[in-house]
């Protein structure tokens, strides 16, 4: 027995060795059905499963196009479908799932893509698990999908060891277009529509000469009275036309507002201050006090330096602002466009100097501010429909009134929805489910 | 001519794109990339007005030796100082982190240490003073002197004790009713406001694109 043990060593060692031998370079596998040859161990190894596997692209993980036993099956089924309501830069990749159901080792996909004649594919997205199988290519901005091209795709599935077990590529079923009519949009179209037709309805009723009614806004018909009262102090009126740009709409309608203030102002002979943030708005804001000095008859009542420029900074402004405040002593104060977080420091500021102030703002997170500070608050769409009340003119009110027709509509459609739902709740039924989902439909898809 | 032109872009401008936002093709929407990049470089030159408006009122102060004239210098110096030494000397801009803040510069630029210690703390300042102002407005607003304002007294202490720890302390419900208040009155009220001005800036956008509205023209708007 003692002397079998070198002899049983040497064997080991032998063994031991020609493992080695055998894992530095492998020996040629035996051939697959199709004929090939496996080219590193891991292929070997599936090849030995009785699978065909082919290495297709160098990476950490090989990429082996095959159908793995275990439960590692490549995705397939790879559908390539235009994205829809797009500018033509983005397409919809959907396969079948590359593993069996609950295969934890499967961890995610990867898309690779190349433009058809191509060599080399590139990774253009990867998804958990999770994220189904569906991929939208075209979003990532470093991989753009262009228009018209044809494109070929493959799909792998990851796996937690790292490798791939990927599809053929194929070529894309259809490339990349942009379509003339966003589909999702019609809801917005036919919205469009009414309110259009409405407006003009009232434009054309208005100057029928039909009587309109308007409710009286404490805030507008305050502005006269405010005018009246700087007049009679012999103090100015300090004018802000809110802080953002003149793409805003709430600057346009403050502007508009300041037309018809400035005039009145002209007529009374009562300096005016309007500081401004933007310099368009000031450019603006300087020819629309000029044309309200020239319509009231006064043209050189009109002080150049009673609009200016004070700065595009937030804070130097409310500051710049609230400076002129103390010293100057307005007798009122207009804060009317949009306001951000300075429209407490100016009204609170505008408080303490014993001014009578009306503010009017879009943006719902100032309004408190403005209600608890200022005299008179113009709440939202009050400040649109300033202008109107002020220039009483029939296309104006117009189209207050075909808002207000829009605004019914609007608390009809609600009213039957909540309608319908309490009926569905009581019931316990869902007769009228589909009439309630059309209410409740997303307005853009 | 003076008016027309104007008005006739506009009309023209506004009719495409509202049509643009219907037509998701590539070609529209280079179209409307096309307007936002030459939106910007109007403004720009806009700027060159506002600082002649600046430069024109506080020198006119000066002339006229006006209540505090001498304060106008301190706006009037650095405006054209600034400008003056950035083409002088490019470097007193500075650019970039210090290395003290994770950056790779050595040296601080005159304008760097203007900026970081002077025109920031006074901006912080400023916006710090919002505080005090919010405490001062909340007492006027919360003064129980009508019914209504007794129930907006009480939904604000509701709100505001639910959204800090002692009222989970005093009642569990505190905070469940406080988000009761902001999820659905509250939400609602908003809403309604933000539909309201939906509206109104559709209609202030017909009205400008149909020409009925003509203020923002300035001068020749009328």
Known sequence: ?445 | MKRSIPLAIVMVGGILFIIQYFIPHQHSQTLFDYYTEWAPIVGAFALVLGVGSLSRLHSHKIKRKAKNWQYSYAVLIPLFAVPFFALLMPESLGGGLMESMGGTRTTQGVFDFAYLNVQIPIQSTMFSLLAFYIASAAFRAFRAKSALATVLLLAAIIVMLGQVPIGELIGKWFPKIGLWILRYPNLGAKRAIGLGVGFGILATQLKIIFGVERNWLGGAGE
């Open chain 1, 1 to 445: 027995m003692l002397r079998k043990v070198p002899a049983m060593l040497l064997a080991l060692l032998l063994a031991t060795g020609l493992a080695w031998a055998q894992a530095e370079d492998p020996p040629p596998a035996e051939p697959a059905e199709t004929g090939e040859t496996a080219e590193t161990a891991e292929e070997a190894v599936l090849m030995e499963e009785g699978v065909e596997a082919e290495i297709i692209s160098e990476s950490d993980a090989s990429i082996i196009n095959a159908t793995i036993g275990d439960g590692m099956i490549a995705p397939g089924g790879i559908v390539v479908s235009d994205w829809p309501n797009d500018a033509g830069d983005a397409l919809l990749v959907t396969f079948e799932p590359g593993s069996e159901t609950g295969n934890e080792n499967h961890t995610g996909y990867a898309v690779y893509r190349r433009t058809q004649g191509e060599e080399e594919l590139t990774l253009v997205g990867t998804m958990e698990i999770d994220d189904g199988t569906e991929f939208i290519d075209g979003y990532d901005p470093d991989y753009i999908v262009e228009s018209g091209v044809q494109y070929e795709y493959q799909v792998a599935a990851v796996y937690l060891s790292g490798a791939e077990i990927a599809s053929d590529p194929i070529a894309a079923q259809e490339v990349a277009g942009g379509q003339i009519f966003h589909t999702g949009k019609v809801r917005v179209l036919v919205g469009c529509a009414l309110f259009l037709g409405l407006i003009l309805f009232y434009f054309h009723a208005a100057q029928r000469g039909i009587e309109m009614y308007l409710r009286p806004i404490a805030g507008i018909e305050a502005i006269d009275e405010a005018i009246g009262r700087a007049t009679e102090m012999g103090k100015p009126i300090l004018y802000v036309p809110g802080l953002s740009t003149i793409s805003d709409v709430a600057t346009i309608a403050s502007l508009t507002i300041l037309g018809r203030v400035a005039k009145k102002v002209a007529e009374y002979g009562t300096p005016l201050l309007v500081p401004n943030r933007d310099p368009i708005v000031y450019t603006i804001a300087e020819e629309t006090v000029k044309q309200a000095y020239m319509e009231a008859g006064r043209p050189d009542a009109f002080d150049k330096d009673s609009v200016f420029f004070l700065t595009q900074s937030q804070f130097a402004f409310v500051a710049g602002v609230n400076g002129i405040m103390m010293r100057e002593k307005p007798a009122t104060n207009f804060y009317l466009g949009m306001f951000w977080a300075e429209s407490l420091i100016l009204a609170e500021t505008g408080s303490l100097s014993g001014a009578i102030q009306i503010a009017g703002t879009d943006a719902v997170t100032q309004l408190p501010f403005f209600i608890t500070t200022c005299d008179y608050t113009l709440i939202g769409e009050e400040l649109y429909a300033a202008s109107a009340y002020l220039g009483r003119e029939p296309k104006q009110l117009g189209s207050i009134k075909g808002q207000d027709a829009c605004k019914g509509i609007i608390m009809a459609v609600i009213t039957l929805g909540i309608l319908l739902s309490l009926t569905d709740i009581i019931a316990g039924t869902d007769t009228l489910g589909w009439l309630r989902n059309l209410i409740a439909m997303p307005i853009v898809d």
